[in-house]
């Protein structure tokens, strides 16, 4: 059986998806039996930050709450990304449109924004880039912590039982 994907999209991938894909497999790691039946990855829809670790300022206050980024590097969407991955989730709503743009019209997934699954209706991450205090970065990790608890019972319920 394949997998199901989750892909997460903001624009460098270098801040916001990058802490999504780091929380979010760190939860899902908790619950092996839903890990076993996912394919989860990041990308941006801007390609500047291609190759790059993320944003040490996310890395920094990921690592305070225990979630390793270390490991992971910038890639850009692809129009492949919407054959293997059934949900793509935007960080905001210029995000979202970008992907629209790309979706093909045969794609039978989920293509919406990821605080859909907090229960916060078009609700974005704010994008922390050009912050320069830390308060950006922690809100993005609320906001990620609370639609990753939301997307993995979504999930639990749609594959598990
Ligand atoms: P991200 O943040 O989309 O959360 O990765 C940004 C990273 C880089 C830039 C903008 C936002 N940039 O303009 O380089």
Partial sequence: MSRTGVLFVCLGNICRSPTAEGVFRRKLAQRPELEALLEVDSAGTAAYHVGNSPDSRSSAMAARRGYDLSMLRA???????????????????????????????????????????????????????????????????????????????????????
């Avoid at 989730?89 to 859909?116: C, K």
Wanted: net charge negative; no cysteine.
């Fill in 75 to 161: 890639r850009a969407v692809d129009p492949v990304d919407f054959d293997r991955y059934r949900y793509i989730l935007a960080m905001d709503q210029q995000n979202l449109v970008n992907l629209q743009a790309l979706r093909p019209s045969g794609f039978s997934g989920h293509l919406g924004l990821f605080l859909d699954f907090a229960g916060k209706r078009n609700a974005e991450v704010p994008d922390p880039y050009y912050t320069s205090g830390e308060r950006g970065f922690e809100e993005v990790l609320d906001l990620v912590e609370a639609a990753s608890d939301g997307l993995l019972a979504h999930l639990e319920a749609e594959l598990l039982r």
